[in-house]
T-cell receptor
Framework: DAKTTQPNSMESNEEEPVHLPCNHS???????IHWYRQLPSQGPEYVIH???SNVNNRMASLAIAEDRKSSTLILHRATLRDAAVYYC????????????FGTGTRLTIIP | DVKVTQSSRYLVKRTGEKVFLECVQD?????MFWYRQDPGLGLRLIYF???????EKGDIPEGYSVSREKKERFSLILESASTNQTSMYLC????????????FGSGTQLSVL
């Protein structure tokens, strides 16, 4: 699976949009980009995934660069409950690949 | 709702003990994973399995083994627990055909004294 690079930490003010970047320059044509978040004292939870086009769901939006070498998770209006560690991973959607996480981005929301 | 259940939330064991961590999922997922999480090191993959009786090593398999006798159950075994295995252990599962969408359990905080 392709390696990803994320900033260690970010801060954002409450009720403002947050853009969490991820670089994945070695992504292959069949790899999907997935985002997870981990709230304090909980296991990670799936947020969103995409292949080429931008994606939206009730939790967030995913913007994928045209060359697919980077992506951005967008939280449109951050709340204190969005304070978490956010992980970006890339892998094929099919099969038995090992799925490895990096250290993610710790997002702090300032009231 | 998908449920991934880990047998214990907190566990305290002594050095040298054999430790079993159990994980059960109720969604008929083919893939199951064991991770450990330590401060500053993120999530690290120990073992994973994509079918009954199949297992693959992750990034840090040393000191661990696994067992998958039934599709819904994936056990992590510490043959002889050591203090450096004190950690949060997380189990996850997914469909083979949607391999990137994992469902995680709540974790087991293991302390080895």
């Amino acid at each position: 699976d392709a390696k990803t690079t994320q900033p260690n930490s970010m801060e954002s003010n409450e009720e403002e949009p947050v853009h969490l970047p991820c670089n994945h320059s070695t992504i292959s044509g069949t790899d999907y980009i997935h985002w997870y978040r981990q709230l304090p004292s909980q296991g990670p939870e799936y947020v969103i995934h995409g292949l080429t086009s931008n994606v939206n769901n009730r939790m967030a939006s995913l913007a994928i660069a045209e060359d697919r070498k980077s992506s951005t998770l967008i939280l449109h209006r951050a709340t204190l409950r969005d304070a978490a560690v956010y992980y970006c991973i890339v892998l094929s959607n099919f099969g038995n690949e090992k799925l490895t996480f990096g250290t993610g981005t710790r997002l702090t929301i300032i009231p | 709702d998908v449920k991934v259940t880990q047998s214990s939330r907190y566990l305290v064991k002594r050095t040298g003990e054999k430790v079993f961590l159990e994980c059960v999922q109720d969604m008929d997922h083919e893939n199951m994973f064991w991770y450990r999480q330590d401060p500053g090191l993120g999530l690290r993959l120990i073992y994973f399995s994509y079918d009954v009786k199949m297992k693959e090593k992750g990034d840090i398999p040393e000191g661990y083994s696994v067992s998958r006798e039934k599709k819904e159950r994936f056990s992590l075994i510490l043959e002889s627990a050591s203090t450096n295995q004190t950690s949060m252990y997380l189990c996850a599962s997914s469909f083979f055909s949607r391999a990137g969408k994992l469902f995680f359990g709540s974790g087991t905080q293991l302390s080895v004294l």
